[in-house]
Nanobody, 122 residues
Framework: QVQLVESGGGLVQAGGSLRFSCAAS????????MGWFRQAPGKDREFVAV????????IYNPSVKGRFTISRDNSKNTVYLQMNNLKPEDTALYYC???????????????WGQGTQVTVSS
């Protein structure tokens, strides 16, 4: 069992930056893939980014590539999402996920955080 707790959400103007942290407990994350999804009001949950357990493989949603950076520190059991040049369309509830299958599909992830809200004003 893995528990995930996100932090770092908030309100920011377009063009600004935010950094999320996701702290895991219950199991070491050094052998588990971790990532981020988001869900905007009235829309389906959307893949943002995922990193393999070793950080050797990282993939991004094309809509955030070049602006967002996912990273992890297995010694701290924490994964991060640095978000730069934020746009109003990035407004959503962001979820940290963890699982044994490396995927961009939400259904493949067994463990989910509670979510942290990002609101980007224009």
């Amino acid at each position: 069992q893995v528990q995930l707790v996100e932090s770092g959400g908030g309100l920011v103007q377009a063009g600004g930056s935010l950094r999320f942290s996701c702290a895991a407990s219950g199991r070491t994350i050094s052998t588990i893939h971790m990532g981020w999804f988001r869900q905007a009001p009235g829309k389906d949950r959307e893949f943002v980014a995922v990193t393999s357990w070793s950080s050797a493989i990282i993939i991004y949603n094309p809509s955030v590539k070049g602006r967002f950076t996912i990273s992890r520190d297995n010694s701290k059991n924490t994964v991060y999402l640095q978000m730069n040049n934020l746009k109003p369309e990035d407004t959503a509830l962001y979820y940290c996920v963890a699982g044994d299958i490396f995927s961009s599909r939400a259904s493949e992830y067994e463990y989910w955080g509670q979510g942290t809200q990002v609101t980007v004003s224009s």
